[in-house]
């Protein structure tokens, strides 16, 4: 341990809540995308599922809003180190999308992708089993465009540069292909428990 | 739609995953708020203009603050990396580096990070910053200059009066500064504006500009869009938002 002289830092709170190197940034929600925000109405927006599938499908905006709501209400972490606790997201399971097009024996990772071009890769179990979202509101009121709005994936057991932010679609594929950030040196999973913010750790 | 699939500028090494001891060798202040903190990295792998470090500070009861900044210094530093830390009100990190921190205390850093926001110093660059973000293309401006570089390079860069411009004495011909708040006798006060972007990108080199802009999330969206307004392609348009 290499002890900085004179520093003490935050009073510490217990907060089981909080993945190793991370702070609770309260109220803040910093945005930290790297492209230009993009001009999105909900009549433009689509959402695709494709790749190893058998029955690749698109939704647009009332087509994905008639799939059952589902809601989370929880925590979120940011690479960059701040954690957002008790967040409410509203929209629909991705496992709702999922089982319209039926992800084949072989699927096994995924790369998201954005509107905008950006895209993020992630084992499909990342995905299944009611632990990823496609939302649109954010504590009860339409997302907003800096923070993906009309609509962003979610996946807040990861890091949170794999919820891609104005998402267009999800392919499935039989290997790991590196996303946007993952090429510029980010890890391939992202899992904030075990501290994977970049490649090698 | 448009297109943002802009790929890094570089390739990013497997060294930065590697903590190292830094050791602060010189404090200079830049502004009432802002210090550059100088720091020796014996092992420093070399960075790119632009790029930023982890950093983090160690309590004696084990508990740890890290922080991602942007590198001020040029590459060519021989082992030594500069910081421009704003003192943030109640931050752990920069409250520690602006109240406490002395020349011989030793920090940890890894990096450099992320190949995305780098300039290698080959294309035209039009660099946007304000306030603190300035940093990162303070590193492009001096390395413009320290390599001698004919490449065109504009910088526009924001702040809230003459005595908040970080780097004031340092900055040339190549820099616009604009003032929100108080300026000097003769000029104008405001926000930035098209007419500010407007005349760079109509004297664009042929090959057209990479634009690089740093600042807070509110400035990022109001230059981003003045560019876009202007003409600039969204996929030649990198953003680094302070969070």
Redesign the interface.
Do not use: K
């Given at each position: 341990?290499?002890?900085?002289?004179?520093?003490?830092?935050?009073p510490?709170v217990h907060n089981p809540g909080l993945p190793p190197?991370q702070?609770d940034a309260r109220d803040?929600w910093?945005?930290?995308?790297?492209?230009?925000?993009?001009d999105?109405a909900p009549a433009?927006w689509s959402f695709r599922v494709d790749g190893l599938v058998e029955r690749p499908h698109t939704w647009d905006w009332d087509a994905a809003h008639a799939l059952p709501a589902s809601a989370y209400e929880g925590d979120i972490h940011?690479v960059?180190?701040?954690s957002k606790f008790g967040v409410r997201f509203g929209g629909v399971s991705l496992d709702a999308f999922l089982n319209v097009v039926r992800p084949r024996e072989s699927a096994t990772h995924a790369l998201a992708y954005?509107?905008?071009?950006?895209?993020t890769n992630l084992p499909l179990a990342d995905l299944t089993g009611g632990r990823a979202w496609i939302v649109w509101e954010y504590d009860g009121a339409p997302l907003p465009p800096?923070h993906g709005g009309p609509a962003r994936l979610v996946v807040p057991h990861l890091y949170f540069w794999k919820s891609a932010k104005w998402i267009a679609g999800v392919t499935l594929l039989d290997h790991d292909e590196p996303g946007?950030?993952e090429?510029?040196?980010?890890h391939a999973r992202g899992n904030p428990w075990e501290e994977q913010?970049?490649?090698?750790? | 739609?448009?297109?943002?699939?802009?790929?890094?500028r570089i390739a990013?090494s497997?060294q930065?995953?590697v903590w190292q001891?830094a050791t602060l060798t010189e404090i200079r202040r830049e502004t009432p708020r802002a210090a550059t903190f100088r720091l020796a990295v014996p092992g420093w792998a070399g960075h790119l203009p632009g790029q930023h470090l982890?950093l983090?500070?160690?309590?004696?009861?084990?508990?740890?603050?890290?922080?991602?900044y942007s590198i001020a210094s040029a590459p060519d530093d021989s082992g030594h990396i500069e910081l421009t830390l704003d003192q943030v009100p109640d931050g752990?990190v920069s409250g520690?580096f602006h109240t406490?921190?002395r020349p011989g205390?030793?920090?940890?850093v890894?990096g450099p990070?992320?190949?995305?926001?780098a300039w290698p110093g080959d294309r035209p660059a039009l660099l946007l910053g304000a306030g603190s973000g300035v940093v990162p293309l303070m590193s492009m401006v001096r390395h413009h200059r320290a390599r001698g570089l004919t490449v065109p390079l504009r910088m526009l860069v924001s702040a809230r009066s003459p005595e908040e411009l970080i780097y004031a004495a340092e900055l040339g011909a190549e820099t616009t500064p604009v003032f929100t708040r108080s300026a000097p006798p003769g000029v104008a006060v405001g926000r930035m504006t098209a007419a500010h972007v407007a005349p760079i990108l109509a004297e664009q080199p042929a090959t057209g500009w990479e634009a690089y802009v740093c600042g807070s999330?509110g400035f990022?969206?109001h230059a981003?869009?003045l560019?876009?307004a202007a003409g600039q392609p969204?996929?030649r348009?990198?953003?680094?938002?302070f969070?």
């Open positions: 341990m290499n002890v900085t002289r004179g520093f003490t830092g935050r510490r190197g702070y803040d910093p945005v930290l995308s790297a492209e230009v925000t993009p999105l433009d940011c960059t180190g701040w954005s509107h905008t071009g950006y895209t800096e946007f950030w090429r510029n040196g980010y913010r970049y490649s090698g750790d | 739609m448009t297109r943002f699939a802009v790929p890094g990013v497997e930065a995953a001891t982890m983090r500070l160690t309590a004696p009861d084990g508990y740890v603050a890290q922080r991602h752990e520690w406490v921190a205390d030793t920090v940890e890894r990070l992320s190949g995305f926001f999330n990022a969206e981003s869009r560019l876009v969204v996929e348009i990198r953003i680094e938002r969070g």
